[in-house]
């Protein structure tokens, strides 16, 4: 039947009412007021829609008035013959409760019982709103610019009501990162790749989760599988690059850094990383070139102002060095390795009082170090803490090869990056030097080893 037939057929009717003998709205007259085309038929008007009507009509167009109207969590109700599959699950993807009316040969009432139960339901559903998804949810969940709190909040709720939980859970996880809670970042991930495991960014992400909590063998793992799903993962060639760098292995560093550029070169942190790399082989021109382009994609870049700084002082740049130097202060006040290179210029330069007051603000900050590594914004800073603090313990080595404290610390900093046999001999020429040093004996306990 058209639905024009409909219009005209129930226009009819209602004309027949108006007499006032009653009628479904007699106590409404409607009579030459303008009622609009999208909610109300028209057999006259010049713009009536008619529109085929083949006894599915209902049913076609419920999933598109669910996804547009209904929230997660609320309850959708409908009668018998809306209650097809496709309805059902309509209603479920959209993380709604669907609620069909009885098919029984009575249809003129539901009853007093049924009806009862109905409101029930739906006024426990909106009393549960405050609690339940929102369309706003959604905004909120899927942007990095949400604060994490927020985030966290709005997708437990979407992964409450039911409603795209892979995405919501992996939206989750990078908030719960971007806080520094990774072991809840992990889980997150985990269920990302429990339930799409051919995800490569959810092992990226879980892999820069572990990175953060310095186990690159984990980190690894989820770097190269990620790599293997998609070879165009830049951030996992630049995380598995960075964690061959936090092992001292410069040279398994270099290609996935240079892959990591090639893939995203816009990828400022790609570049500090590869400029690390360059100042721990001392190839500072390159390391320099490298900074200087990661500080234009993102000038308040604390580890390439800080490496730069390392570059620059060791090719005898003293005055561009410290300006760097200083910035990096500026932004980061607990920058060990700024501090230690500011120093060490201020040293060479004569000015022993400001040298001292640096190295005692770097010593001050060795408490630190393991928060700036394991802050959110850990990779560059970690990563420039380990390239700036070998290069200036050579140095400081270099110039005084009497004193114990430098062999000490640089026998920590290789024990962090499980370089195990450098890390005993430098512990064993501290004893040397000073037989008395607790932490050195330590050290050596930790790794097994003997002092001598």
């Known amino acids: 039947m058209q639905l024009l037939d409909l219009c005209r057929r129930t226009a009819a009717i209602s004309d027949k009412g108006r007499g006032g003998s009653g009628g479904r709205n007699a106590e409404r007259n409607f009579h030459g007021e303008t009622r609009e085309y999208d909610t109300h038929c028209s057999t006259t008007g010049p713009d009536a829609r008619p529109t085929e009507a083949d006894g599915t009509a209902e049913r076609a ?5 669910i996804e547009d109207n209904a929230r997660p969590g609320s309850m959708v109700g409908s009668d018998d013959n809306d209650g097809t599959a496709d309805f059902v699950a309509g209603c479920r993807s959209r993380g709604c409760t669907p609620h069909v009316s009885q098919n029984n040969a009575d249809r003129r009432s539901m009853g007093p019982g049924r009806l009862a139960l109905l409101v029930l339901a739906q006024l426990a559903s909106t009393a549960l709103m405050g609690r339940s998804a929102t369309a706003d949810d959604r905004g909120l969940c899927f942007k990095n610019e949400t604060p994490p709190d927020a985030a966290i909040q709005a997708c437990s709720r979407l992964i409450a009501a039911g409603g795209n939980q892979v995405a919501a859970y992996h939206w989750r996880g990078a908030a719960y990162q971007r806080k520094g809670d990774y072991d809840r970042a992990i889980a997150d991930f985990d269920n990302v790749v429990k339930s799409d495991p051919r995800r490569a960014s959810a092992y990226a992400s879980r892999g820069a989760a572990y ?11 989820d770097f190269n599988q990620a ?9 996992a060639f630049r995380m598995r690059g960075q964690c061959s760098l936090f092992k001292g292995d410069v040279v398994r560093a270099r290609p996935d850094l ?3 550029i090639r893939l995203d070169p816009k990828s400022a942190v790609a570049y500090v990383a590869r400029g690390m790399s360059a100042n721990m082989q001392r190839r500072f021109d390159d390391a320099i070139r490298d900074l200087d382009e990661a500080i234009r994609l993102q000038p308040k870049n604390v580890g390439a102002l800080t490496q730069r700084g390392v570059a620059l002082r060791e090719r ?3 005055d561009r060095a410290l300006s760097d130097l200083n910035q990096a202060i500026g932004l980061y006040p607990r920058a060990i390795t700024a501090f230690v290179t500011r120093g060490l210029i201020q040293e060479q330069r004569g000015d022993v009082e400001s040298a ?8 001050g900050l060795e408490d630190e170090a393991k928060k ?19 290069t200036t313990l050579d140095e400081a080595i270099r110039r005084d090869a009497t004193a114990a404290s430098p062999y000490r610390n640089r026998a920590m900093l290789y024990e962090q990056m499980g370089r195990k046999a450098e890390a005993v001999a430098d512990y064993r020429k501290t004893l040397l030097l000073d037989p008395a040093d607790r932490q050195a004996a330590e050290g050596l306990q930790r790794l097994g080893a003997k002092p001598f």
């Not at 790599?227 to 951030?235: G, M, Q, V």
Request: glycine residues 6%; contains cysteine; charged residues 30%.
């Open 61 to 65: 167009t419920a999933p598109d008035m």
């Open 316 to 318: 005898g740049d003293f």
């Open 372 to 390: 700036q590594v394991m802050g959110p914004n850990s990779l560059n800073l970690a990563q420039s803490r380990i390239a700036g603090f070998l």
């Open 258 to 260: 240079d892959e990591a």
């Open 227 to 235: 790599i293997w799903l998609d070879p165009k993962e830049a951030d």
């Open 211 to 221: 990175f953060r909590k310095l186990d690159c063998d984990r980190a690894n793992a």
């Open 356 to 363: 001292r007051r640096d190295f005692a603000s770097a010593a």
